[in-house]
């Protein structure tokens, strides 16, 4: 499968080692969409890819999947034509917070007959609420997320402080760069406005953890993901860099586990 990536940045250089550089047997990225060519022309070489900036030679390329791994701003921008032309994965989920734009991706890759794949990221578990929700039988979402308090607020502070409680729908106009797993957990089952956030800001912690509880006819169920920073930005998680390239696999298998 052939794989073109939108960004240049810490989690698409993780997938260029991952997949290109560690020859992965299925997978290689073969184009790259940046805004500057002559910051990024080592990666043709590095990495034996194409290195584009104009959107449309780069869509025009052998691609069976674009990645967007930018920002919130950049997904907005591309992602309507690049989901008219190609299937697509999206990384900065947070661009899907408005609902207008939901729904006008949902038109455009229901008339392309594209699909539109958004990795689990930070958190696991979301094959529970979607299976919960199918009939519309869960109840009730609530993540509580622990982060260093350096990423939440500009205030000192020696003990632990909650900066925001509240629906996810709010939760990410507040703290838009640190809410992509209020989005994906909110889409995955019963939605922005009813999944409850707390956010919590950690002077003691130097990692992100997001606790979820879920209630539903099926019964209760609660997980803890502790994560590890990425090394190439710490204000990453490592597994949400590694749901990228799990999702990659999948699409591309035969076999296919859960769901």
Known sequence: MNIGIIGAGAI???????????????????????????????????????????????????????????????????????LGEKDAMLISVGALAEGEFVAQLMQIAKKHDTTLHLPSGAIGGLDLLQNAQAYGELESVKLTSRKPAASLTYETTEAEKAVFEG????????????????VILAMAGIGMERTQVLLIADPRTDRNTHHIEVKGAFGKASFT??????????????????????????INRNFVIGG
Do not use: C, W
């Not at 997938?15 to 990225?29: C, Q, S």
């Open 225 to 250: 993901i502790e994560n590890n920073p990425l090394p190439e930005n710490p204000k990453t998680s490592y597994l949400a860099a590694i749901s990228i390239l799990g999702t990659l696999e999948r």
């Open 12 to 82: 698409a250089n993780v997938m260029l080692e991952r997949v290109n550089h560690d020859a992965h047997e299925n997978l290689k990225i073969t184009n790259v969409l940046v805004r500057d060519r002559e910051k990024y022309q080592h990666l043709e070489k590095d990495f034996d890819v194409q290195i584009h900036t104009d959107l449309d030679a780069f869509l025009a390329s052998d691609m069976d999947i674009v990645v967007e791994a930018a920002n919130v701003e950049v997904a907005k921008s591309v992602l309507p034509q690049v």
């Open 167 to 182: 629906k996810a729908i709010d939760a990410i106009k507040h703290f838009p760069k640190n809410m992509n797993v209020a």
